[in-house]
Each structure stands twice: as C-alpha cells, then as structure tokens.
C-alpha cells in the first residue's frame, strides 16, 4: 500500500517569495492534514480537511498562508510571501478507514523549506 | 500551544539499555499516541493508548497512562542503535492531534 507523498522534499526560497507544496493522501483517506514543524520542535497543526472541507484552520496564517483540496483528494499549501520564520518541514498527513487503523494518522515524508 | 510536554528533552544510553520518556498533558483526551521521527523523516507511529486503558504493550515498547495525572509513559525495552530518533506523545481530541517537544534518544552501539 503507498503511503503518503509528499513533494517537493526540499526547497529553498528568498523571503518575499512564493512556494507551494504538494500532497498526496493515502488512497481513501478522507482526512488530511498540515503540520509545521519548526526545528527542534513538535509539529504543529495548521488546517486539517474532510474531504474538500475544512475543519480547522484556526493556526493557519492566512495572511500569507493557503491550502486547498478541491477534489477531496490531493492537497496544495502555500505561502505567500515567505518570511524568514516560516522555515521549517511541512508535513502532510492522512487518515480513513480506507487501510491501516481508521484512529491513526499516517504521515508522509515532509517538505523541508529554508527562506533565506 | 503544545499539548503535551515530553521529559526528557533529551536522553542518551546504551545498546541494551531501556530507555523511558515521560509525557504530560493538561487537557481529556480520547487516547495519546506515541510517534518516532528519524533525522529528515517524517513520523511513524508507534503505538496508541485510549482513554480507558492503563497499559498496552506492541514487542519492545510499554506504554503507561495515568489519566488522574495527566501523564503517560514510554518504554523501550533492551534498545538498539537503530532505536536512535526523536519521539512525540500526541494527545487526541476528535480528529485532532496535539504534539509534544519531543525526546531526543541517542542510542550508543
């Protein structure tokens, strides 16, 4: 069974700049999640999506920062401008009843983003 | 705001050893997850404890919860190099998990 995939796994960007990362869930996975982990540091929750639905993005800076899941499948982040603080690793995570325990989230690789 | 707060932060044994990091957590929760991070990689789950249940066992680890004290336990029995990693507690509300710190484990061959 694939996991999740994540792309690209590195970036580095100037601060002002945009990126965009890139998700595929897990097959069936109705849940999906964003996390920010800054270096040293737990990961972080930014905007969790049923479907194309979202949850919870209370933690999402939208001023710079956006996530869509238009077909309830795969997922874009963004951010726009990029500020030296937001380097980290965005991980993306999945979790359904399709494979695997339907309570467990399942995680895939992370985009390590360094804003210089 | 992190949930969980992982104790200690960092922790370095020998191959054989067992090694134990602690977890604390300040909200209810529907159970607590234990997660292993290798440098540059994303997270594996390890094992999951629900709210009503005092222990669970998976091969080498143990995990504890107390939920009158709001902590939890994890245990890895006769370590190995490979056992070397970062590993989170996250606390599970609904869909959502919280994350603590993290423990560092070294393990020295």
């Known amino acids: 069974e694939a996991g999740v995939a994540q792309s690209p796994r590195y970036k580095i960007i100037e601060k002002r700049q945009s990126v965009a990362f890139w998700c595929n869930p897990i097959s069936g996975h109705a849940t999906l999640y964003w996390y920010q982990q800054i270096l040293g540091q737990g990961p972080k929750l930014l905007i969790q999506f049923q479907n194309n639905g979202v949850v919870d993005d209370s933690q999402l800076p939208k001023d710079r920062f956006s996530a869509e899941r238009l077909k309830g499948v795969d997922s874009t982040l963004k951010i726009q401008p990029a500020k030296l603080e937001d380097s980290a690793v965005y991980l993306c995570?999945?979790?359904?009843?399709?494979?695997?325990?339907?309570?467990?989230?399942?995680f895939g690789p992370g985009t390590r983003l360094t804003v210089l | 705001s992190q949930q969980g707060e992982e104790d200690p932060q960092a922790l370095s044994i020998q191959e054989g050893e067992n090694a134990t990091m602690n977890c604390s957590y300040k909200t209810s929760i529907n159970n607590l997850q234990w997660y292993r991070q290798n440098s540059g990689r994303g997270l594996v789950h390890l094992i999951l404890?629900?709210?009503?249940?005092r222990e669970k066992h998976s091969g080498r680890l143990r995990v504890t919860l107390d939920t009158s004290k709001k902590s939890s336990s994890l245990l890895i029995t006769a370590s190995r190099a490979a056992d070397t990693a970062s590993y989170f507690c996250?606390?599970?509300?609904?869909?959502?998990?919280?994350f603590g710190g993290g423990t560092r484990l070294m393990v020295k061959p």
């Open positions: 995570a999945s979790k359904g009843l399709a494979g695997g325990r339907a309570d467990t989230q399942y």
């Open positions: 404890i629900r709210s009503n249940e």
């Open positions: 996250a606390t599970a509300a609904g869909n959502m998990l919280t």
